[in-house]
């Protein structure tokens, strides 16, 4: 059985349809990387995942659960067993580093303030931030706030993780930093389905690449079927296109 399962998922926001019929799997291990054209609709298929946006079809199901028919409190329990990263990292600014990971534990987990301290300093060292639980996030780099909000995720011993372009709001010398601790996360076993405009990272890390374009996931395969020079894949076409804007080759 997949960790997690998408079936037939369409979205509409402003009487447009922004997901179309969108059906994925994420087997258990499994990183899965969604790349595509802006306002293609990711991100608005990783909140449908996430159940920040209620799919008006389809369902969404986590372990063989489906979500759909989860009362309101367990959505609440459903939406915590899956990690949400974002672009911006979503942190809370009065509250320290270790703070940010330990408040959810201490609020939805129930640990006490020192056992959540105690796993909020864990996370934070497994991403490298053992040195800098006690700033706040405006003493921060751009990836050390990321790293931040991924130790918060992990904090929860997610089932899945979901990355929606985790680097792109960062400058280029901090992207390396955030995409490490991704990688150690998929080869430590991790399930993650991560938009990206990252090309290399991805095609180094997954086995499956998911293209999405006006709503549709019309192209997917391993990196080596879709990107390969000649390949004629919309996906080749778009990662040469970013290449180039990148200034690559
Ligand atoms: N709340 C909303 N109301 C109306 N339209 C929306 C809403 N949220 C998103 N959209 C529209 O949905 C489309 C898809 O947006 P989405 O953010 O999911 O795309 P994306 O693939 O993540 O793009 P990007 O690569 O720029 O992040 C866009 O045209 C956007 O304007
Ligand atoms: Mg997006």
């Known amino acids: 059985m997949p960790v ?143 790293r931040v909000s991924i130790a918060r995720a992990l904090a929860m011993d997610p089932k899945v993780m979901l990355l929606d372009e985790p680097t792109s709001a960062l400058d280029p010398e901090l992207i390396g930093e955030v995409l490490n601790v991704i990688a150690d996360l998929a080869q430590g076993g991790m399930t993650m389905l991560m938009a990206t405009h990252q090309i290399g990272f991805a095609r180094r890390l997954t086995n499956e690449i998911l293209f999405m374009e006006k709503g549709r996931l019309t192209e997917r395969g391993s990196p080596a079927e879709l990107l390969a020079p000649g390949s004629n894949s919309r996906a080749a076409e778009f990662c040469a296109k970013l290449a180039q804007l990148m200034g690559r080759e």
């Open 4 to 146: 997690l399962e998408a079936r037939h998922i369409s979205k509409s926001l402003g009487g447009k349809l922004i997901v179309d019929d969108v059906s994925l799997t994420l087997d258990q291990g499994e990183l899965k990387v969604l790349i595509g054209p802006s306002g293609g609709g990711k991100s608005t298929l990783l909140q449908c995942i996430h159940y920040l946006h209620r799919p008006d079809q389809g369902e969404v199901l986590l372990e063989g659960r489906s979500a759909a028919e989860m009362g309101r409190r367990n959505i609440c329990a459903f939406r915590q067993e899956i990690g949400m990263i974002f672009q911006d990292f979503n942190l809370f600014d009065h509250l320290s580093a270790e703070n940010n990971v330990a408040v959810a534990l201490r609020k939805v987990k129930k640990f006490s303030t020192r056992a959540a301290l105690e796993r909020a300093r864990a996370e934070l060292a497994r991403v490298g931030l053992a040195d800098k639980a006690r700033l706040y996030p405006a003493e921060l780099s751009g990836g050390q706030k990321q």
